[in-house]
């Protein structure tokens, strides 16, 4: 099975945290959407299993008009074989929904909603440069379950300066209580080159406190497993049955192809990503060249991306796997490295799994990094 990722590299405004690849220039939106369809034909053979998600990312998908969406679509389902109970998200922004384009997303086959919440409380939406208002964050989610849409995520932002203790359990009881499925916690990240980092330099706005992120990061453990939620991965939340079904697939190593600026590819031996810039993706698509790097991966890099996502998922590290990817000398070096982590209980070594319990996944990058091979 595969994956397919196209990205809308748009949006009406630049949140200060975002690093992502986005311009808020739409005028090239009709080109880009045409140049993507021309990739998806380019690119027709680059996967031969059956697409079983697709996903449009971003930017900001939503911004799609009903025409531009259901071309893409329509060009997707005519170039590879898409499985029949295939899972579509759509990314969408509070204050793109409304009842008119919920009943278009829902006529195009799009059974997926990823909306982009952040925060219930409207200090936290400024400071974040939020398009949208907290009272739009609230009615945006009502309007979805109202036409049909029941396999809904919300993305939420913990530890940043604006967000209390108090307000960050209210932002957990809202979406909790407003019967939310599938939950995508994310502790604020201040990235090179973005509008927060800027701001900070120039002592504009406070630092992230990594203490307050601690502290925010048990609490959402804690009430997401009182609210029945399996933390399947680091930053993921679901209920039962509510997995994100294309995520999990990267973090399963399963193979993808990315179509848009800056997005990207995986066959299982190489990575390869676009060119993150809109006019130059749009000028070379016209050529008929995918402007794209790629990199054939090692069996080391292999591993070591292999131990880094799954040590952040729920399952772990499954070593048979790691066996298969590598050898069984490599197996071994791993396991004989874990020795320490497992000895302090910030790893537990069951069966032939490595998992990170509780509060330890907070410190899973650098443990996958402690393990990877030279």
Known sequence: MAG??????????????????????????????????????????????????????????????????????????????????????????PDDISE????????????????????????DLLWMGRAHNAAQAIDCIKKAQTAGFSN????????????????????????????IPHLSCYALTVEPKTILAQKITDRLLADVDPEIQATHFTMLMERTEAAGYEHYEISNFALPGKRSRHNSSYWKGKPYLGLGPAAHSFNGTC???????????????????????????????QVNEYMMTALRTAEGIDLNRLTEIGNELITETVLSGAQKFIAQGTINHTGHFLVIPGKGKFYADGIAADLFLI
């Open 4 to 93: 397919i990722y196209i990205h809308i590299p748009f949006c009406k405004k630049a949140c200060n945290y975002c690093n992502f690849h986005f311009s808020v220039n739409k005028q090239l939106l009709p080109e880009m959407v045409a140049s993507i369809t021309t990739e998806a034909r380019l690119q027709r053979n680059y996967i031969t299993a059956p697409v079983e998600t697709i996903y449009f990312g971003g930017g900001t998908p939503s911004l799609l008009s009903n025409e531009e969406l259901n071309l893409l679509l329509q060009e997707i389902r005519s170039l590879f074989s898409i499985t029949e109970n295939v899972e579509i998200t759509l990314e969408a922004n």
């Open 100 to 123: 008119k384009k919920l009943a278009e997303w829902k006529e195009a086959g799009i059974n997926r909603l990823s909306i982009g919440i952040q925060s219930f409380f409207e200090e």
């Open 152 to 179: 809904l995520s919300v993305d939420l932002i913990y530890g940043g300066p604006t967000l209390s203790n108090e307000h960050w359990k209210e932002n957990m009881n809202i979406a909790i209580g407003l019967n």
């Open 271 to 301: 990575r390869q990503w676009n060119i993150a810039n809109n006019s130059l993706y749009i000028s070379s698509i016209s050529k008929g060249m995918i402007p794209f790097e790629i990199e054939v991966l090692t069996r080391a890099q």
